[in-house]
T-cell receptor, first 111, second 113 residues
Framework: QQQVKQSPQSLIVQKGGIPIINCAYE??????FPWYQQFPGKGPALLIA?????SEKKEGRFTISFNKSAKQFSLHIMDSQPGDSATYFC??????????FGKGTRLHILP | NAGVMQNPRHLVRRRGQEARLRCSPM?????VYWYRQLPEEGLKFMVY????????ESGMPKERFSAEFPKEGPSILRIQQVVRGDSAAYFC???????????FGPGTRLTVL
């Protein structure tokens, strides 16, 4: 059973466009939703995270939108750049428990 | 402040051999997590350890896999009698506390011939 479903698997966007990656979760007890960015040959790095008491969080060009009733959250990258090309993972966890990751989205930003 | 360190970065083993993967957490971090990543897959949780204690090993295969985090020294993930299906990237993460951000190491890529 996949607790965190992520889509799309891959995404190609022109430079300056706004890629959107979506995630849906099953467990209503989840209370922490981080996004990780991973470059080839590197470990994942925390990009931005949100808790369910807010519907949106913005850090620089990265924005998380959160819909608690629909059990969905998404990542938007404004003014995307070729350097943003990476694999992005959404994740979810509940207090004092392990992080459950989505399967990842390979993002490619065309120059 | 050095980040999470893992070694070796690449490890090649023949079927039936043992693999030992090491993880040194960030300074001041006493919580360590191990994940496995297969090609085209996300990270799968394996085990969560605090110094000298296994807190959650619900993601560890029941046989051949073990993990430890001794009082002194790095955390070790040990895979005995490796099989081809063990080939994957193994990532370690550390955090200062249970609910804090996890910081990942660069991973160890295990190839079983």
């Amino acid at each position: 059973q996949q607790q965190v479903k992520q889509s799309p698997q891959s995404l190609i966007v022109q430079k300056g466009g706004i890629p959107i990656i979506n995630c849906a979760y099953e467990n209503t007890a989840f209370d922490y939703f981080p996004w990780y960015q991973q470059f080839p040959g590197k470990g994942p790095a925390l990009l931005i995270a949100i808790r369910p008491d807010v519907s949106e969080k913005k850090e620089g060009r990265f924005t998380i939108s959160f819909n608690k009733s629909a059990k969905q959250f998404s990542l938007h990258i404004m003014d995307s750049q070729p350097g943003d090309s990476a694999t992005y993972f959404c994740a979810a966890s509940k207090t004092d428990d392990k992080i459950i990751f989505g399967k990842g989205t390979r993002l490619h930003i065309l120059p | 402040n050095a980040g999470v360190m893992q070694n070796p970065r690449h490890l090649v083993r023949r079927r039936g051999q043992e693999a030992r993967l090491r993880c040194s957490p960030m300074k001041g971090h006493s919580h360590v997590y191990w994940y496995r990543q297969l090609p085209e897959e996300g990270l799968k949780f394996m085990v969560y350890l605090q110094k000298e204690n296994i807190i959650d090993e619900s993601g560890m295969p029941k046989e051949r896999f073990s993990a430890e985090f001794p009082k002194e020294g790095p955390s070790i993930l040990r895979i005995q009698q490796v099989v081809r299906g063990d080939s994957a990237a193994y990532f370690c993460a550390s955090s200062p506390g249970a609910q804090d951000t996890q910081y990942f190491g660069p991973g160890t890529r295990l190839t079983v011939l």
